[in-house]
């Protein structure tokens, strides 16, 4: 079957655009003359009016009487006593917060020492000198011609 898909697929497709294609082509009026030959065959009959509603009942009857008994019941309701209150003339006057604190405020700290020297073993007259920049040096002929690649790290430092 695998070896057929590519042909079953365009059959089926043509065949589904055939099908469809035909469809389209029917008319309403066909399928509206189609039911009244359908129904004129079959005899349609109306179907039976719904029965009438029940008649209402004459009178409803009596509602039954109430029936009223007496009963009696004991409860005994225990009153909780009340707490007594501590009744006091006149409220202590309220401590007011202190506004203005006359302890003096502590000496500020004494300034830090100045900074060491700085340690430096060579003096500023020594400058290294360094070799000015050359192609030559930087891309060897050698690597070149083997293309060899790598990576360099330097580490610069500068004594002030």
Do not use: H
Request: glycine share 4%; charged share 25%; with cysteine.
């Amino acid at each position: 079957m695998a070896k057929y898909r590519g042909l079953f697929l365009l059959l089926s497709a043509i065949l589904w655009g055939l099908a469809l294609w035909g469809l389209s082509k029917v008319k309403p009026s066909t399928f509206e003359a189609l039911e009244k030959e359908v129904g004129a065959i079959l005899g349609q009959k109306k179907p039976p009016p719904p029965p009438p509603p029940p008649p209402p009942p004459k009178e409803l009857p009596p509602p039954p009487k109430l029936v009223e008994r007496k009963t009696t019941a004991r409860v005994d309701v225990v009153v909780p006593p009340e707490p007594e209150r501590v009744v006091v003339d006149r409220t202590p006057p309220v401590q007011r917060p202190v506004i203005y604190d006359p302890t003096p405020a502590p000496p500020p700290p004494p300034p830090p020492p100045p900074p060491p020297p700085p340690s430096c073993t060579e003096s500023p007259r020594s400058v290294r000198q360094t070799r000015a920049f050359n192609i030559e040096r930087a891309y060897p002929a050698r690597a070149i011609e083997r293309e060899q690649e790598g990576s360099v790290t330097a580490v610069l430092q500068i004594d002030t």
